[in-house]
């Protein structure tokens, strides 16, 4: 099993920034591939980033290519979401995600319970 808990969420003003952090526990975090996805009200859970778990594969949706950062520390098991340029559009709940193997797949097996972040206009 792994476990995985986020954190760095917040209220923040149109144009700010926030820094998201998933540590997770339990089976080897390095050999998996990381995600963030997030949800906002009434819509459904949407992909943000990915990457494997060295790191030399990354993936950005559209909606957030030039403003968000993804990145990874294996040897704190720590994923982290750098959030900049923040757009009220980018109001949600961010949760972290894992895959059970180093690749991205577009499969994910493991999730967090989310990190709210709130953009103000």
């Known amino acids: 099993q792994v476990q995985l808990v986020e954190s760095g969420g917040g209220l923040v003003q149109g144009g700010g920034s926030l820094r998201l952090s998933c540590a997770a526990s339990g089976r080897t975090f390095s050999r998996f591939a990381m995600g963030w996805f997030r949800q906002a009200p009434g819509k459904e859970r949407e992909f943000v980033a990915a990457?494997?778990?060295?790191?030399?594969?990354?993936r950005y949706a559209d909606s957030v290519k030039g403003r968000f950062t993804i990145s990874r520390d294996n040897a704190k098991n720590t994923v982290y979401l750098q959030m900049n340029s923040l757009k009220p559009e980018d109001t949600a709940v961010y949760y972290c995600a894992a895959n059970k193997v180093p690749i991205i797949t577009g499969q994910w097996y493991y999730w967090g319970q989310g990190t709210q972040v709130t953009v103000s206009s």
């Open positions: 990457i494997s778990y060295s790191g030399g594969s990354i």
